[in-house]
């Protein structure tokens, strides 16, 4: 190990800890999209003009929403469908990132062995007509196997991330984040023990990334970790929230995570947790979860813009979520 990468590493973790504003008053949930207008919702971005991507799994399509107004229309269409989205609630479109004015999409489970045909599990390209496949995440996860083994030879890919011109992504189910170049080579980036690895965030050359923890997703296996590109060392920043599935930056350098709430034990895997218990958390100094906002029904991605949280659910709305942190200076000024 190098310790001085190691060093440089906690030193970016702490040094982002230190200047967190303190926090103001707790934020207010109001519905900008009303639920079961998105189909399918999962991942989501911000992306050209400011408006939000939504990935949408049931019908292989991306939407655009205005954060002002929340008007949804349609981006583009045509990627692959799981037919077990239907089933397990997971599968086809999962996450969007922009590199530039170009989009790309995350696709999981649309292959073989669990469907039939030939669609590729992994990152897609929208030219302005159509979306072209640059990177088999598939094909590279059954000849790469994890160890040890889990029973999807081919992952389950959850996040999608843009990192210094190529891509992270999220694999919740082979545990390690895949590191994908824009021409489509597929490397490992990092890989870990069973921790269920889901959301993804960057700043600079560090990764923060959220672990929903393995079943039964208990609150002190929640947590939001760090790490590098040149160091295999993984930094806790914080632990104790129940099947985190995002984590993202706020104003002021505040980082929170995103937790779809209560899991029911002896549920399968990859079942959502229960309705109602999700919660918006913020990351305090000392390493804990405080609450912004509870009561969220099935969330699983959230945006911050400007210094409101958007908030996409399983239920295919969106929650707007204001002023969910105090100015950069310490008092509150408004937005």
């Not at 598939?138 to 190529?166: D, I, K, M, W, Y």
Request: charged share 15%; glycine share 14%; with cysteine.
């Amino acid at each position: 190990m190098n310790q001085a990468t190691a060093g440089r590493l906690k030193a970016v973790v702490v040094a982002a800890l230190l200047c967190w504003a303190p926090f103001g008053a707790q934020g207010d949930a109001v519905e900008l999209v009303q639920e079961g207008m998105l189909m399918g919702a999962y991942g989501s971005t911000v992306g050209p003009g400011g408006d939000l991507f939504v990935a949408e799994a049931a019908t292989g399509s991306i939407a655009r929403v205005n954060p002002r107004t929340g008007e949804v229309t349609p981006y583009a269409d045509g990627l692959p469908v799981s037919p077990l989205f239907a089933v397990i609630g997971l599968g086809g479109v999962t996450d969007v990132a922009f590199i530039g004015s170009t989009a790309y999409a995350l696709v999981t489970l649309v292959g073989p062995p669990f469907v039939a045909g030939s669609a590729v599990d992994g990152i897609y390209r929208y030219d302005g007509n159509g979306w072209t496949p640059i990177a088999d995440l598939g094909t590279f996860s059954l000849n790469n196997p994890p160890v040890p083994a889990f029973f999807v030879p081919t992952g389950v890919q959850f996040a999608l991330e843009a990192f210094q011109g190529r891509f992270l992504v999220a694999d919740g189910h082979h545990n390690r984040v895949l590191q994908v170049t824009l021409d489509g080579q597929v490397s490992e980036f990092l890989a870990f023990g069973n921790i269920v690895p889901t959301g993804l965030a960057v700043t600079g050359e560090t990764v923060y990334m959220a672990e929903a923890g393995p079943v039964p997703h208990l609150p002190v296996d929640g947590r939001i970790v760090a790490f590098g590109p040149r160091s295999p060392v993984v930094t806790e920043v914080a632990s104790g929230s129940p099947l985190l599935v995002d984590v993202e930056f706020g104003r002021g350098r505040t980082l929170f995570g995103l937790s779809q709430g209560e899991f029911v034990p002896g549920n399968p895997e990859g079942s959502p947790a229960l309705p109602d218990t999700g919660a918006l958390v913020r990351v305090e100094r000392d390493g804990t979860f405080a609450v912004v906002e509870d009561g969220l029904n099935l969330p699983v991605s959230m945006e911050v813009i400007q210094n409101d949280a958007y908030v996409v659910t399983l239920t295919g709305g969106i929650l707007r979520i204001d002023d969910i942190a105090a100015a950069p200076h310490g008092y509150a000024t408004g937005r």
